[in-house]
């Protein structure tokens, strides 16, 4: 009993170290170390109207360390920003991804996004 014991417990240590090891192994799809990753969120007020709609972004920064932070907005309409909090009038009626990417001195970056809905104006 204690030798199935022994190899259920040593079966399990793998698992944790296997586990832990990959998860530092892990990497995003833009080829960094998840320690690598900045954080931080966007809102946008209003998130919809109708056409033209100007709306009003804002970044909250979550990473106490980030030094010299810098702003990428793309809008989704071919327009962009390099305004850590942009306004923005969107013409035309559709369905807008807008993406920001922040990235700093100490070689970090990460990206968040936000959908804005335009309608007609009847």
Do not use: Q
């Amino acid at each position: 009993m204690l030798k199935v014991r022994r190899i259920v417990t040593i079966a399990l240590c793998m698992l944790v170290v296997g586990a832990v090891s990959a998860a530092a192994d892990d990497t995003s799809a833009e080829g960094g170390s998840l320690l690598k990753k900045l954080i931080f969120s966007i809102s946008a007020e209003p998130e919809d109207g109708t056409a033209p709609l100007k709306v009003r972004f804002d970044v909250e920064l979550y990473d106490d360390d980030m030094t010299k932070p810098v702003f990428l907005w793309n809008f989704g309409d071919g327009e962009s920003s390099k305004e850590k909090s942009p306004v923005h009038t969107f013409k035309k009626p559709g369905d807008y991804k807008v993406t920001l990417r922040v990235e700093d001195t100490g070689d970090r970056s990460g990206t968040d996004d936000i959908l804005i809905i335009v309608e007609k104006k009847e």
